[in-house]
């Protein structure tokens, strides 16, 4: 996996020289693209696709849109994001219902892409949602692959049809009619067509799926493709959109760690929605597809938007505003502290969210070391503690620490690193409402500081504090930034490509609690 | 697909028609050739550096010669490595790995006949328990082939034990040759990859493994390193099976493999029908590549 890791670790370094620019120049953006083409070949995007792809980033890099911008190497991450997820499709599609069932699903592919296997996930996800599919049996070519769809029915717990022995005998376009057939007599609901994999250039097995296709009209055919296809992707998605003309793409196999840069060729070329994707073995290892956290995995920017997502579920705003008062008059207490580190455990599990971040790949085992009990621990300090002592630390002394200690069941110790923790978060609070750069570990400068967040914290400090950003992401942002845990503040920094130094980490687990 | 003007060899046509000079876009044009078969960006670059070296050094200003030496540089590489079977133990133990749906089965059905064409007695064991009606597809294609197969005697029965009982029988019934197919397995699942270490001890108490052979799919893309890196620190691969090549995909990433891993590849699927599996030949494949 030596290459993915260098080609991630080349990609934030290029960043992180537009970062330290405040104008992006011509050759900026062409080293930058560069890194982004090979980035994109090694994540097995297809070479046409790549071109169009980097034509297009580098002519909005290079326009108005990032010369205006407070931060570059922020605009160029976005734009880059922004068109992946066009390519992928913007937002996915539902699978298409015919109005007078059956409706008839077709899968076809090339061999081992994963078709009978699909078959019995479709299967067993519809009749999760109350439909009584029918499983029928085209694939009379592969030695027993008849058998493996009964014994995939069955684990679905759906119906087969299978006439046929397979295994070279057998027609399978009479087979599909006879299914379809069945389906209507027997009233299924759906109908799902296992066909042979065959090769896009097999001529001969491309007509036989066209015409299996003429003779059952199916609402949808979904093109199934190995997400681990490589160049190739676009030859087998060109030859089979003119064989059997598939309206949907399925990408299999997605649990590896390949990139997956196949969906973005697929898309690029054939323009069909990709509409789901299959992740493991298991029969229900089965999801619709995300075309936006697609992007992030073709890149390796990080799951940036779910992050967001959780971000400003978990946040609540209200509260975000209060202390953004309470900071600007000096009032941050011990409360507030506890209160923000409760909000960012709703966000899930914290491992998770640093786990997301971009350019997190490498500090994989100290996350696996970071203790969330951390967490826990220093709650129940806190939450020993009196009301006068929460609002006030200054009257904590040696025989209500110990107090304190007792009732939270730990030591003293723990309880006196948690009052300097406290104090110099209270600190950085401070210096935050000042309108000064806070030293959040991780972070390094604050992206776009003096300008963006910065002025907008000014204005709260100067008693405006209901005034916040209209864009979500960026409330959000910083609202986290606030946090005395500063962690998700530091996930949003790191969009722009912040790489934190294995040093600044573990100054960041101290802060939420570490020893 | 009528027109497949993609393919490599199209695009080798259009580069190297004719006694044109070599100009910017020639070597634009091979850059995008040599991508397009999967090489990858880095191999891409290696070779291009190398035959700009070359053609530099030799002062050479003819795409057709340029061509001659892309073709002589892809099979160098590929020939650094020996691509001989060694089959000699009695019996001769052969795992056969890979991710899910590369043609492990098929390609042991395949070998099995190729392997009988030769009079040696072969058994199979059918060692992937996981895959629905795998069992039985090994059994049809040994069938096919004349081999004999020794099957689990149970639903989900753990592979090794069947591996074991598989070498086990071939000892007492003198088989000269024993094909053990394994369940499909991605390699990033930790958990199934210790499986096949396992499995690989096991058949090893018993007689010493002659090859581990990791089925690559062609159609597959940079992901094959990956695939290969992780096969030979579990399973101890010894040599590559290409298969699929009977496709529109080239398969460029095995240079990169063999060039990192230090594999040869040994042998070369290229279609369903039960003849369709040939050893490798450098020479060949180059050709086949460059056009």
């Given at each position: 996996m030596a290459t993915f890791g260098n080609l991630s670790q080349r990609l934030t370094d290029t960043f992180k020289n537009l970062r330290s620019k405040g104008k992006l120049s011509a050759a900026d953006v062409d080293g930058t693209v560069r890194e982004i083409r090979r980035a994109l070949l090694e994540a097995d995007v297809s070479l046409d696709v790549v071109k169009a792809f980097t034509a297009k980033v580098r002519e909005r890099a290079l326009g108005d849109e990032v010369n205006r911008a407070l931060n570059p190497a922020q605009q160029v991450v976005q734009i880059v994001n922004e068109e992946l997820i066009e390519i992928l499709g913007g937002d996915q599609r539902r699978l298409q219902f015919a109005k007078q069932p059956p409706t008839v699903i077709m899968l076809a592919g090339l061999q081992g892409a994963g078709k009978t296997t699909l078959a019995g996930k479709l299967a067993l996800w519809l009749r999760e949602q109350g439909h009584t599919p029918l499983l029928v049996a085209c694939d009379l070519q592969r030695p027993n692959a008849v058998t493996q769809l009964g014994v995939v029915a069955e684990q679905a717990g759906a119906a087969i049809f299978a006439p046929e022995p397979g295994n070279g005998v057998g027609d399978p376009v009479k087979v599909a009619k006879r299914g379809i057939a069945e389906a209507k007599a027997k009233q299924h609901d759906f109908v799902i067509v296992d066909t042979a994999g065959r090769l896009g250039v097999d001529a001969e097995m491309m007509k036989q799926a066209a015409d299996i296709r003429k003779a059952i009209d199916p609402d949808e055919v979904l093109f199934v493709i190995d997400s681990l296809i490589g160049q190739d992707a676009v030859a087998t998605a060109k030859a089979f959109q003119e064989g059997v003309d598939f309206t949907g793409v399925v990408l299999t196999k997605l649990d590896g760690d390949q990139r997956g840069g196949a969906a973005l060729s697929i898309r690029g070329v054939t323009g069909k929605p990709i509409l789901f994707a299959s992740t493991g073995e298991g029969l229900g290892d089965f999801e619709p597809f995300h075309p936006d956290r697609m992007a992030s995995r073709i890149l390796d920017l990080g799951d940036i938007l779910t992050l967001i997502e959780q971000a400003q579920q978990a946040f609540d705003e209200e509260e975000a505003r209060k202390v953004a008062e309470k900071i600007a008059s000096d009032r941050f207490t011990l409360d507030d502290f506890l209160k923000q580190m409760q909000q960012l455990r709703g966000a899930g599990s914290i491992k998770k969210m640093m786990g997301m971040l971009p350019g997190m790949g490498k500090m994989k085992e100290q996350l696996e070391n970071f203790d969330e009990r951390e967490i826990i621990r220093t709650e129940a300090i806190i939450q020993s503690m009196t009301k006068l002592e929460r609002e006030n630390p200054k009257v904590l002394n040696g025989s209500r620490r110990l107090r304190i200690a007792k009732g939270s069941g730990t030591t003293v110790t723990e309880v006196n690193s948690l009052v300097q923790r406290f104090e110099q978060a209270a600190k950085m609070m401070k210096t935050v409402a000042k309108g000064g750069v806070p030293q959040i570990p991780g972070m390094g400068p604050m992206p776009g500081a003096g300008g963006g967040y910065a002025g907008k914290k000014k204005q709260q400090a100067k008693g405006k504090g209901a005034k916040r950003s209209g864009n979500p992401a960026k409330r959000a942002a910083e609202a986290a930034g606030k946090s005395a845990t500063g962690g998700s503040g530091s996930g949003f920094g790191l969009g722009s490509a912040a790489q934190p130094s294995e040093a600044d980490l573990a100054k960041f687990q101290q802060m939420l609690g570490g020893r | 697909m009528a027109e497949r003007s993609w393919s490599f060899a199209n695009v080798f046509r259009n580069v190297f028609g004719g006694a044109e000079p070599i100009s910017d876009d020639t070597w634009d044009d091979l850059e995008a050739a040599l991508l397009t078969a999967d090489f990858g960006p880095e191999t891409t670059e290696s070779l291009l550096e190398e035959l700009r070296d070359a053609v530099e050094r030799l002062r050479v200003t003819e795409v057709k010669e340029l061509r001659r030496m892309l073709r002589d540089s892809i099979e160098d590489r590929l020939a650094a490595f020996d691509p001989t079977l060694k089959l000699s133990d009695r019996p001769a133990v052969i795992l056969v790995v890979g991710v899910n749906g590369v043609g492990k089965t098929t390609t042991i059905g395949k070998f099995a006949n190729y392997l009988r064409s030769f009079d040696k007695r072969v058994l199979v064991g059918a060692a992937d328990t996981f895959r629905a009606a795998a069992v039985e597809q090994l059994a049809t294609w040994a069938e096919r082939a004349g081999a004999s197969i020794v099957k689990p005697q149970q639903q989900g029965q753990d592979p090794a034990s069947v591996a074991f009982q598989t070498v086990e029988h071939a000892k007492s019934e003198d088989y000269d040759i024993v094909l053990v197919d394994t369940a499909g397995r991605l390699q990033s699942k930790g958990g199934l990859m210790d499986e096949l270490s396992k499995v690989r001890r096991v058949i090893e108490k018993q007689s010493p493994i002659a090859e581990v052979l990791l089925v690559l799919d062609?159609?597959?893309?940079?992901n094959g390193l990956a695939q290969a890196e992780a096969f030979i620190e579990h399973a101890g691969v010894t040599g590559l099976v290409l298969t699929k090549l009977d496709g529109s995909a080239k398969g460029g990433f095995v240079l990169a493999v063999q060039q990192k891993t230090g594999l040869p590849i040994k042998l070369i699927g290229q279609g369903e029908g039960i003849g369709d599996l040939t050893g490798f030949t450098p020479h060949v494949f180059a050709q086949q590549l460059v056009g």
């Amino acid at each position: 996996m030596a290459t993915f890791g260098n080609l991630s670790q080349r990609l934030t370094d290029t960043f992180k020289n537009l970062r330290s620019k405040g104008k992006l120049s011509a050759a900026d953006v062409d080293g930058t693209v560069r890194e982004i083409r090979r980035a994109l070949l090694e994540a097995d995007v297809s070479l046409d696709v790549v071109k169009a792809f980097t034509a297009k980033v580098r002519e909005r890099a290079l326009g108005d849109e990032v010369n205006r911008a407070l931060n570059p190497a922020q605009q160029v991450v976005q734009i880059v994001n922004e068109e992946l997820i066009e390519i992928l499709g913007g937002d996915q599609r539902r699978l298409q219902f015919a109005k007078q069932p059956p409706t008839v699903i077709m899968l076809a592919g090339l061999q081992g892409a994963g078709k009978t296997t699909l078959a019995g996930k479709l299967a067993l996800w519809l009749r999760e949602q109350g439909h009584t599919p029918l499983l029928v049996a085209c694939d009379l070519q592969r030695p027993n692959a008849v058998t493996q769809l009964g014994v995939v029915a069955e684990q679905a717990g759906a119906a087969i049809f299978a006439p046929e022995p397979g295994n070279g005998v057998g027609d399978p376009v009479k087979v599909a009619k006879r299914g379809i057939a069945e389906a209507k007599a027997k009233q299924h609901d759906f109908v799902i067509v296992d066909t042979a994999g065959r090769l896009g250039v097999d001529a001969e097995m491309m007509k036989q799926a066209a015409d299996i296709r003429k003779a059952i009209d199916p609402d949808e055919v979904l093109f199934v493709i190995d997400s681990l296809i490589g160049q190739d992707a676009v030859a087998t998605a060109k030859a089979f959109q003119e064989g059997v003309d598939f309206t949907g793409v399925v990408l299999t196999k997605l649990d590896g760690d390949q990139r997956g840069g196949a969906a973005l060729s697929i898309r690029g070329v054939t323009g069909k929605p990709i509409l789901f994707a299959s992740t493991g073995e298991g029969l229900g290892d089965f999801e619709p597809f995300h075309p936006d956290r697609m992007a992030s995995r073709i890149l390796d920017l990080g799951d940036i938007l779910t992050l967001i997502e959780q971000a400003q579920q978990a946040f609540d705003e209200e509260e975000a505003r209060k202390v953004a008062e309470k900071i600007a008059s000096d009032r941050f207490t011990l409360d507030d502290f506890l209160k923000q580190m409760q909000q960012l455990r709703g966000a899930g599990s914290i491992k998770k969210m640093m786990g997301m971040l971009p350019g997190m790949g490498k500090m994989k085992e100290q996350l696996e070391n970071f203790d969330e009990r951390e967490i826990i621990r220093t709650e129940a300090i806190i939450q020993s503690m009196t009301k006068l002592e929460r609002e006030n630390p200054k009257v904590l002394n040696g025989s209500r620490r110990l107090r304190i200690a007792k009732g939270s069941g730990t030591t003293v110790t723990e309880v006196n690193s948690l009052v300097q923790r406290f104090e110099q978060a209270a600190k950085m609070m401070k210096t935050v409402a000042k309108g000064g750069v806070p030293q959040i570990p991780g972070m390094g400068p604050m992206p776009g500081a003096g300008g963006g967040y910065a002025g907008k914290k000014k204005q709260q400090a100067k008693g405006k504090g209901a005034k916040r950003s209209g864009n979500p992401a960026k409330r959000a942002a910083e609202a986290a930034g606030k946090s005395a845990t500063g962690g998700s503040g530091s996930g949003f920094g790191l969009g722009s490509a912040a790489q934190p130094s294995e040093a600044d980490l573990a100054k960041f687990q101290q802060m939420l609690g570490g020893r | 697909m009528a027109e497949r003007s993609w393919s490599f060899a199209n695009v080798f046509r259009n580069v190297f028609g004719g006694a044109e000079p070599i100009s910017d876009d020639t070597w634009d044009d091979l850059e995008a050739a040599l991508l397009t078969a999967d090489f990858g960006p880095e191999t891409t670059e290696s070779l291009l550096e190398e035959l700009r070296d070359a053609v530099e050094r030799l002062r050479v200003t003819e795409v057709k010669e340029l061509r001659r030496m892309l073709r002589d540089s892809i099979e160098d590489r590929l020939a650094a490595f020996d691509p001989t079977l060694k089959l000699s133990d009695r019996p001769a133990v052969i795992l056969v790995v890979g991710v899910n749906g590369v043609g492990k089965t098929t390609t042991i059905g395949k070998f099995a006949n190729y392997l009988r064409s030769f009079d040696k007695r072969v058994l199979v064991g059918a060692a992937d328990t996981f895959r629905a009606a795998a069992v039985e597809q090994l059994a049809t294609w040994a069938e096919r082939a004349g081999a004999s197969i020794v099957k689990p005697q149970q639903q989900g029965q753990d592979p090794a034990s069947v591996a074991f009982q598989t070498v086990e029988h071939a000892k007492s019934e003198d088989y000269d040759i024993v094909l053990v197919d394994t369940a499909g397995r991605l390699q990033s699942k930790g958990g199934l990859m210790d499986e096949l270490s396992k499995v690989r001890r096991v058949i090893e108490k018993q007689s010493p493994i002659a090859e581990v052979l990791l089925v690559l799919d062609a159609t597959t893309g940079q992901n094959g390193l990956a695939q290969a890196e992780a096969f030979i620190e579990h399973a101890g691969v010894t040599g590559l099976v290409l298969t699929k090549l009977d496709g529109s995909a080239k398969g460029g990433f095995v240079l990169a493999v063999q060039q990192k891993t230090g594999l040869p590849i040994k042998l070369i699927g290229q279609g369903e029908g039960i003849g369709d599996l040939t050893g490798f030949t450098p020479h060949v494949f180059a050709q086949q590549l460059v056009g």
